[in-house]
């Protein structure tokens, strides 16, 4: 060679040591600090701005494996089938060797645990310590640092591996190789190949949507649980609710399978399963919504995969997103504080504590089953006869019993079930004498609307119209009630013998008495009330009341006609009087009216069918 051949080859020499470097620092160094840092080991100096890349080239030519290869789906599904009992997934990083065992409990939900995290520099004693160093010298930078041999490597690489890896796991190897052109990384991948060829290999993510090359910066447990999460499913997962007999009214477990066995994921994906499920009798009570996985394929043992609880509202149906994120990870969307797979499932992927979250701790299932109900207690028929003083001192105070009155029957159709089995009557009173009620002749005393729909009801009292009372001791009830105990004498036996019924009395005034006591008028009718109402209360009817006021309390010196208003209302309210302004018709319909009950403890799980 000529002088100057010489020394345009040792130029050539020094560039391509220069261009190798700047390669493996590119590789070594993410940021620019770290360039700037590396700069004292590059030969030739260091980089010009226009020599660096922020995507480096590979070093060798060749695709990296498929992220979800055909190969590491039969793998995977070789572990929760039972043909392998575990899977070694084995990753070379820059920064140490990982290794991390995944196998599966009796339910076939997969678990990982660290089965070995080893230094480089263990491996290797020869390489460099400092961290960044060594991250150079592992993508092959050789730069101005002590050169490790390659022989020296690969014989370190080798006998790591011969004693590290357990034989049982030889032939169940998963080779996690995400990254190219890291010269050091890819001889280690290269030996363990020809030392134990894997069963598969997972390669980088996909590549972004904007076509940028795939890249894959998560740890190797989080690679390993993605992969994990794409196994096949060996169990149904079902969720576990109740359903009860719409003839007897038992009540029994019932599984609807979410996610069935074989189901598997892509890498990324979940999959949503929706379901109507509906609440009990009580509004707004929270129940538990466990989700299982059998042992057996015929169903025999089970786990809990989670627990969520949420509030259902009383004989509604509620629809229910559950998400499946991979074997075991099953979470309700949608609910408060489910925004995570829970820790229980997750603890199963990373093997570490099964405690789950608040609001999805591991249930005990035979606890809940145990204390499920015997059935539900539908409420029998009922049937309410509302009286309601029609005569008042204004218009408006008339008009608003006939408004509570119109509201409390509407809250009695409203309520579940009640349909055909319900039936109320209404008796409106005036006055014995009445002088300037113009909508009606002097000769009606009571307006009569007896047991039936309760549309025929509200449809009458539209029509009643008020009259101004002449005097504020006592109404006409005492007429009224015993025109209430021959309505319902008359419907003893039909349409419901069974039905529960009931009493309300809508007014201001007490009633009269047979004969006049002080100031209290009698009733020019003879008409006992007290009578009535024992007749009524023996009959099995409730009787109750609402009342305009308060009655003050008589404690001391008192006229006679508070110490008998007072006596009065307190009888015919059975103690326990209703006050307007205080309590709403719907309040009261819901004390009034027969409830649906359970026959036994509460029922803590979600209804498979409706109760109606």
């Known amino acids: 060679m000529t002088e100057a051949e010489q020394e345009s080859a040792t130029a050539a020499l020094r560039a391509a040591e220069h261009a190798w470097d700047v390669r493996a620092a590119e590789l070594a160094f993410a940021d620019d600090d770290g360039a700037a840092r590396s700069a004292s080991l590059l030969r030739g100096g260091p980089a010009e701005p226009g020599e660096r890349t922020r995507q480096p080239w590979p070093l060798y030519p060749g695709k990296l494996p498929a992220h979800d290869s055909a190969q590491g789906r039969q793998a995977l599904a070789d572990l929760i089938d039972g043909r392998v009992g575990a899977l070694l997934f084995i990753e070379f990083t820059p920064d140490r060797i990982n290794v991390i065992k995944a196998v599966t409990d009796a339910y076939g939900i997969p678990r990982q645990t660290d089965a070995g995290t080893t230094k480089w520099t263990s491996v290797v004693p020869s390489l460099d310590r400092r961290p960044e160093f060594l991250r150079f010298q592992l993508a092959g930078g050789i730069g101005t640092l002590p050169v490790p041999g390659r022989q020296d490597f690969d014989t370190a690489v080798t006998r790591w591996l011969r004693e590290f890896v357990p034989p049982p796991h030889a032939r169940s190897i998963v080779l996690v190789n995400r990254r190219s052109g890291w010269a050091l990384l890819d001889r280690a991948a290269a030996l363990l190949r020809a030392a134990y060829p894997p069963r598969a290999e997972i390669g980088p993510a996909p590549a972004a949507p904007d076509g940028a090359p795939g890249t894959d910066t998560t740890d190797t447990r989080d690679a390993v649980r993605e992969a994990l999460r794409t196994a096949p499913l060996r169990a149904d997962h079902t969720l576990l609710l109740a359903r009860v007999d719409q003839g007897t009214g038992a009540v029994r477990t019932h599984t609807h399978v979410l996610f069935p066995a074989g189901s598997r994921l892509r890498p990324g994906e979940t999959a949503t399963a929706e379901i109507t499920v509906f609440g009990g009798p009580a509004d707004r009570v929270p129940v538990v919504l466990p989700v299982l996985a059998a042992a057996g394929r015929d169903g025999s043992g089970t786990v809990v995969l989670s627990a969520r609880q949420t509030a259902l509202t009383a004989f509604a149906p509620a629809r229910l997103a559950f998400v499946l994120r991979g074997p075991g990870e099953v979470t309700l969307a949608g609910a408060p504080g489910t925004g995570a797979p829970s820790r229980q499932a997750a603890g199963r992927l990373d093997g570490g504590a099964t405690d789950g979250a608040a609001g999805d701790r591991p249930a005990d299932v035979s606890a809940l089953v145990g204390r499920l109900p015997r059935g539900i207690i539908r409420p029998p028929a009922l049937e309410v006869v509302l009286t309601v003083e029609m005569s008042g001192a204004e218009p408006a105070e008339t008009a608003e019993r006939l408004a509570f009155a119109q509201e409390f029957i509407a809250a009695l159709a409203r309520r579940p079930g009640s349909g055909r089995r319900l039936r109320v009557g209404v008796v409106g009173h005036y006055d014995h004498v009445v002088h300037e009620n113009s909508y009606t002749p002097r000769s009606v005393l009571l307006l009569t609307v007896p047991p039936g729909p309760a549309t ?157």
Not at 520 to 530: E, F, K, M, T
Request: aromatic share 4%; glycine share 6%; charged share 25%.
């Open 456 to 612: 025929a009801a509200r449809s009458a009292l539209a029509g009643w119209r008020p009259a101004r009372r002449e005097q504020d001791t006592a109404s006409s009830l005492e007429d009224a009630l015993r025109k209430v105990r021959l309505t319902m004498a008359g419907t003893d036996n039909a349409p419901h013998p069974r039905a529960e019924r009931a009493v309300l009395i809508v007014g201001r005034r007490p009633p009269g008495l047979p004969e006049q006591h002080d100031v209290v008028p009698s009733c020019p009718l003879g008409a006992d009330w007290r009578t009535e109402l024992n007749s009524l209360r023996a009959r099995g009817v409730r009787v109750m009341a609402r009342l305009d006021r308060a009655q003050p309390h008589v404690d001391g010196p008192a006229s006679p006609v508070q110490r008998y208003t007072a006596a009065a209302w307190d009888t015919l309210s059975a103690g326990r009087p209703f006050l307007r302004g205080k309590d709403s018709a719907a309040a009261v319909a819901d004390v009034l009216a027969p409830a649906w009950r359970w026959d036994g403890p509460p029922c803590r799980l979600a209804l498979a069918t409706p109760l109606l």
